[in-house]
């Protein structure tokens, strides 16, 4: 072989391995960007879950708290109620009763007085009878 022939040989050689290398890095470079874009893109997904899964339990937590306030309210509300009704009732029962009694008593006052009346008159019947 000539040294033209190899001088041609030579450059041709180092073309290929320069190309070889080109690419190599080339490849490199994009698996790193893969990489990278990959990871980004999977740190993103798992925020936006995690948010997702913490407004979910924030929102879980909140309407339970909503209904035991509203329990509360309604189970002091009707005990409320409920003592409210049962004072009406007995003060409703309280002045029957009453009255019942103060009827009783008046008429058995009523009946006492006319019984004494009763014979009071008859003894002054008695008496005029006696003295014709």
Sequence with gaps: ????ERGKEGRKEERKERGKEG????RK?????????????????????????????????????????????????????GRKEERKERG???RKEERKERGKEGRKEE???????GRKEERK????EGRK
């Design 29 to 81: 470079e994009r698996g790193k960007e893969g990489r990278k874009e990959e990871r980004k893109e999977r740190g993103k997904e798992g925020r936006k879950e995690e948010r997702k899964e913490r407004g979910k339990e924030g929102r879980k937590e909140e309407r339970k708290e909503r209904g035991k306030e509203g329990r509360k309210e309604e189970r002091k509300e009707r005990g409320k109620e």
């Design 92 to 94: 409703k029962e309280g």
């Design 23 to 26: 690419r190599k890095e080339e």
């Design 1 to 4: 072989k000539g040294r033209k």
């Design 125 to 128: 019947e008695r008496g005029k």
């Design 111 to 117: 009946r006492k007085e006319r019984g004494k009346e």
